[in-house]
């Protein structure tokens, strides 16, 4: 696990860019799956059995990035944002594009910190003019944070967590599911972070019975963080709700009935802000019942999110038992 989480954090995949993502993904997949289909907005639809009712599970395999917006003539980049991003984040962080130039976040003046905005902010890659900056970036080039992959004892530091983590759960459970009691659907969507958009296409094409939505999600296990029954090291968190959806109770029910079963560990979430690809699938056609099975993360949004390993491993032993009920 800890080497899948490495290689697939530390690829380059912002939201609308998963080119190289999608590959790492399909190359982990392929020993697996019965078949494998990438769909016209670049979704990866691998399934695994052939029998029973369909079961979609997602995993969004986009990350949050810049996107420049223009060059000056001293060659700093303007930018904006891919998903959610704080500027709070960005300073003295380093920004690395698809074509390897790597740059530096800066801002304008020290004294605008209260206020921070991104159109107070600035990238350097090292140009001294727009024509020498041309030659490394370009006008819509797309961006990620530039960070390696730490791992201290159980502890997973690294950018792209969400949700890379989601994604490894899922290729986890593809290798180790033997019996599956469904047609199931690995789907790797895209552009989630902008919009849930790749799960709205292929949750349409895909037509589930039922589904569920693999996903980071928020703690309260910080000092004097916001009230809130998930913590790091304690099990998957079954989303119970969040602002876009409410847990179907057949998915909620099943999945506590699974875990209790297989005696892993497990929290109940109630997400008070955000969502994942869920509430769009559950709105697929004429509805899918559906519900989230979530990775406790600690500073999700940021060039170092947190998990623990022990929950990316509890979460694939509880959605192998459920599949194989």
Partial sequence: MKHLIKELTESFGPSGSEDKIRETIIEKVRPYADSINVDKMGNIIAQKGTSGERLMLAAHMDEIGIIVTNIDDKGFLRFSNVGGLSPFTLIGERVVFANGTIGVFGMEKMDDMKDLKINKMFIDIGALSREEAKQKVKIGDMGTFYRECSISGD????????????????????????????????????????????????????????????????????????????????????????????????????????????????????????????????????????????????????PSEMVHLKDLEMAVELLTGFIEG
Avoid: W
Avoid at 171 to 187: A, N
Avoid at 221 to 250: C, F, Q, R, W, Y
């Fill in 155 to 302: 502890y997973i530091i690294s950018k792209a967590l969400d949700d890379r983590a989601g994604c490894a759960v899922l290729i986890k459970v593809m290798e180790q599911l033997k019996k599956p009691g469904y047609q199931t659907f690995f789907v790797f969507t895209v552009q989630e972070e902008v919009g849930l958009r790749g799960a709205k296409t292929s949750s349409f094409g895909v037509d589930p019975d039922l589904a569920i939505a693999v996903d980071v999600t928020l703690t309260g296990d910080t000092p004097e963080a916001p009230k809130m029954a998930v913590a790091l090291g304690k099990g998957p968190a079954i989303k119970l709700k969040d602002n876009s959806i409410i847990s179907h109770p057949k998915i909620k029910d099943a999945l506590i009935s699974a875990a209790e079963q297989k005696k892993v560990p497990y929290q109940l979430e109630v997400l008070e802000f955000g969502g994942t690809d869920s509430g769009a699938i559950h709105l697929s056609r004429s509805g899918v019942p559906s519900g989230g099975l979530s990775i406790p993360s600690r500073y999700v949004h940021s």
